[in-house]
Nanobody
Framework: VQLQASGGGSVQAGGSLTLSCEASQTVRGAYTLGWYRQAPGKERELVATVTSGGTTRYADSVKGRFAISRDNNKNAVWLQMDRLKAEDTGVYYC????????????WGQGTQVTVSS
């Protein structure tokens, strides 16, 4: 599975961005889709995930500000980011995790999000 992410950019604190990610093949059913981010000097961390059934999970730091969604017909996942903060700055990675054996993680190329205070 190849993942193509887009939508990053620079925005002032309090602004909004929407990240998009499209998979090269079907990811319905056996895949959980998600977004992770990596800030300079820090480890990659989970931002949000959504299962094939629509169950979502968010990092505490983004709850109430970010919303993840997916469209299984389009093999796509989005991350709507509102009320952005400087600490949201980082490279955002799209992820597709195959949840049946064999479990495999696929990663997109990353898209930069920069929030200026």
């Amino acid at each position: 599975v190849q993942l193509q992410a887009s939508g990053g950019g620079s925005v002032q604190a309090g602004g909004s961005l929407t990240l998009s990610c499209e998979a090269s093949q079907t990811v319905r059913g056996a895949y959980t889709l998600g977004w992770y981010r990596q800030a300079p000097g820090k480890e990659r961390e989970l931002v949000a995930t959504v299962t094939s059934g629509g169950t979502t999970r968010y990092a505490d730091s983004v709850k109430g500000r970010f919303a993840i969604s997916r469209d299984n017909n389009k093999n796509a996942v989005w991350l709507q980011m509102d009320r952005l903060k400087a600490e949201d700055t980082g490279v955002y990675y799209c992820n597709a995790r195959r949840t049946v054996t064999p479990v495999i993680n696929y990663w997109g190329q990353g898209t930069q999000v920069t929030v200026s205070s």
